[in-house]
């Protein structure tokens, strides 16, 4: 059974960083895109980065050049680097794996992490 696992989330002023880690308690890993997805009440889902089987990355465009995803597949863990942060980044963020080797929105996500917090003060 797929357990994904989040950790790394926190309160801090904007214009910090957090980075969270996500661990994939599986070893299908690299045969599946992962990502993280954020939500605030109210608000659907938003995905925010993937990282497909080839390794190549997708942001939207609000986090393009301050969030950087990476995997270390040696590992299964899945991280989430976050500078700049902005209080608009606030949400719970979830990490997720793909059913398959690419992810193109919520319908391509197979197993969702439990969600960690973020929040950012200004």
């Known amino acids: 059974q797929v357990e994904l696992v989040e950790s790394g989330g926190g309160s801090v002023q904007a214009g910090g960083s957090l980075r969270l880690s996500c661990t994939d308690s599986?070893?299908?890993?690299?045969?599946?895109?992962f990502g993280w997805f954020r939500q605030v009440p109210g608000k659907e889902r938003e995905a925010v980065a993937d990282?497909?089987?080839?390794?190549?990355?997708t942001y939207v465009d609000s986090v393009k050049g301050r969030f950087t995803i990476s995997k270390d597949s040696s590992k299964n863990v899945l991280y989430l680097q976050m500078d700049r942060l902005k209080p608009e980044d606030t949400a719970m963020y979830y990490c997720?794996?793909?059913?398959?080797?690419?992810?193109?929105?919520?319908?391509?996500?197979?197993?969702w992490g439990q969600g960690t917090q973020v929040t950012v003060s200004s």
């Open positions: 599986t070893t299908t890993s690299s045969s599946r895109c």
């Open positions: 990282i497909d089987s080839e390794g190549s990355t």
């Open positions: 997720a794996k793909g059913i398959g080797g690419r992810c193109f929105g919520p319908a391509s996500i197979g197993y």
